[in-house]
């Protein structure tokens, strides 16, 4: 099936408008495309509790930092069309920048709490106020029921949750589990950059991770389970931006026996950094 294709903000409405009528309930999968399976993965969840789907591909310049990949950010239109359909999604919808940010624009979603968890935010500080920003835009925008997001990112989905339920957004945020590689490698956009011996390197971060979480679920204390997960790292020829135990709902340190955890780790492959975490 081949998705409708919507450019303009019109012609989204009008489109959403006719769902509406219809008494269809709808999921947004917001992404920056460079499809792969893990972002098809959220379609068809969508499609599993929804009647439609759409998918918007922006590759969003506020989420970048000047001396970031913007410009070298993998984009494939005709390709991600393709498998967004054998994905099923309904339509999508490609703005350009400057129909999502008009000149004059001066709005931006201001945060704290996961946001200020001293993580991606500490590295990449206009990070997540770019991101809210276009989550808050997209979901006003296409006014959809269900918006679907990968735990891969998982501060960005634990800001998102949060964004939405402050702002008092009518969209509920869906967490779908990580897609990964038959051998653990999470699927990201920029696993496209890894060299063949990066490659193969790559899939120590989720060996160690896993590694660790055993070793808090024997009793070890989080902070030291992390630490030696981030030595092995290290040793293996990461350089490291974090590996830490967090709890999983606010991303606060643990402080509390019993409480829910999240190991989250951000570390350099060659030029290539990667990201990713595990449940404890």
């Known amino acids: 099936m081949k998705p409708k294709t919507l450019r303009t903000l019109p012609d989204l409405r009008r489109e959403m408008a006719a769902w509406r009528d219809k008494g269809l309930r ?6 920056m495309g460079a499809i792969h399976e893990g972002h098809m993965q959220l379609v068809r969840e969508g ?11 922006f590759v969003n310049p506020k989420q970048f930092a000047a001396h970031e990949d913007l410009d070298k950010y993998p984009r494939d239109e005709p390709g991600d069309l393709l498998k967004l359909g054998k994905a099923g999604s309904n339509a999508v919808y490609l703005p350009r920048p400057d129909d999502i940010y008009p000149p004059g624009f001066s709005t931006s979603v201001s945060l704290t709490g996961p ?3 001293g993580l991606e935010d500490r590295f990449r500080p206009h990070f997540f106020t770019g991101v809210a920003t276009i989550v808050a835009k997209l979901l006003v925008q296409t006014g959809a029921d269900l918006a679907m997001f990968g735990e891969k990112d998982y501060q960005q989905l634990r800001v998102v949750t949060r964004m939405a339920r402050d702002l008092d ?3 509920e ?16 956009s920029r696993n496209v950059y890894l060299s063949f011996a990066e490659r193969r390197r790559a899939t120590a971060i989720f060996q160690n991770l896993n590694l660790a979480a055993e070793a808090i ?3 070890r204390v989080p902070s030291q389970a992390a630490a030696q997960a981030a030595r092995r790292l290290r040793d293996q020829g990461f350089k490291i931006d974090y590996v830490t135990a967090r ?3 606010t991303l606060a340190r643990p402080s509390i026996p ?9 570390a350099w492959n060659g030029k290539t950094r990667l990201i990713d975490n595990i449940a404890v």
Do not use: H
């Open 47 to 57: 499609l599993r509790r929804a009647d439609r789907v759409i998918t918007t591909i």
């Open 26 to 31: 709808y999921a947004v999968v917001p992404t």
């Open 258 to 266: 019993g409480e829910r955890l999240r190991l989250l780790a951000a």
């Open 173 to 188: 945020v869906i967490g779908i589990p990580t897609v990964r590689e038959d051998d653990g490698l999470a699927m990201s």
């Open 217 to 219: 679920r024997n009793g």
């Open 169 to 171: 957004l009518p969209t």
């Open 115 to 117: 946001a200020r968890a």
């Open 247 to 249: 709890n999983a709902e």
